[in-house]
Antibody, heavy 126, light 107 residues
């Protein structure tokens, strides 16, 4: 079955950097668009970034644009989120999620999420 | 940015009763509206996409309706496993945005 496992979270000081990873299995990773979505402790959901299956299209939330970079290595079935200049308000559980759009379809991204990984906690604190 | 507003924030329902959750968009999202269920300590789970299409494996007691700016998620007869937080999300425009959630609790 489809499995998404995030890693790389931890505690970092404001202004610091962190790289999150998402290991995908159970599907042809290289054929599907992917997203990062975060959830601050006790709060709601916020979409962070998206990438098409072939890396040709990338999209970011305004709050992370210029600080975060989404990338993928299709040869390793891995999705990444490089986070720089971290702020206290970036504290959250970060989930990777699969988009139903795949190679050969008429849309690059459908922009809903199924399934989600369990997430990795990023805490930005001094 | 399209603002998604869910109501009520908390819904108290007895098992076996019907639950109706509302989601409103600040501008039209056509039928590009998704619903998720999240239980404590778990990742969200896709329930409904394109406003009214049930995801694979989702029981028929879950149904979605609406278009434009007004949407509804209905759970026809609440089971114990349905007590959770439900989120709507628009997938019509960037940035993708979620509602604040409706917590369905046992009455």
């Amino acid at each position: 079955q489809v499995q998404l496992v995030e890693s790389g979270g931890g505690v970092v000081q404001p202004g610091g950097s962190l790289r999150l990873s998402c290991a995908a299995s159970g599907f042809t990773f290289s054929s599907y668009a992917m997203h990062w979505v975060r959830q601050a402790p006790g709060k709601g959901l916020q979409w962070v970034a998206a990438m098409s299956y072939d890396t040709s299209h990338k999209y970011y939330a305004e709050s992370v644009k210029g600080r975060f970079t989404i990338s993928r290595d299709n040869s390793k079935n891995m999705l990444y989120l490089q986070m720089n200049s971290l702020r206290v308000e970036d504290t959250a559980v970060y989930h990777c999620a699969k988009d139903p759009a795949s190679v050969g379809q008429e849309v690059i991204l459908y922009n809903w999420f199924d399934p989600w990984g369990q997430g990795t906690l990023v805490t930005v604190s001094s | 940015e399209i603002v998604m507003t869910q109501s009520p924030a908390t819904l108290s329902v007895s098992p076996g009763e019907r639950a109706t959750l509302a989601c409103r968009a600040s501008q039209s999202v056509s039928s590009k509206l998704t619903w998720y269920q999240q239980k404590p300590g778990q990742a969200p789970r896709l329930l409904i996409y394109a406003a009214s299409t049930r995801a694979t494996g989702i029981p028929a007691r879950f149904s979605g309706s609406g278009s434009g700016t007004e949407f509804t998620l209905t759970i026809s007869s609440l089971q114990s496993e349905d007590f959770a937080v439900y989120y709507c999300q628009q997938h019509n425009a960037w940035p993708l945005t979620f509602g604040g959630g409706t917590k369905v609790e046992i009455k």
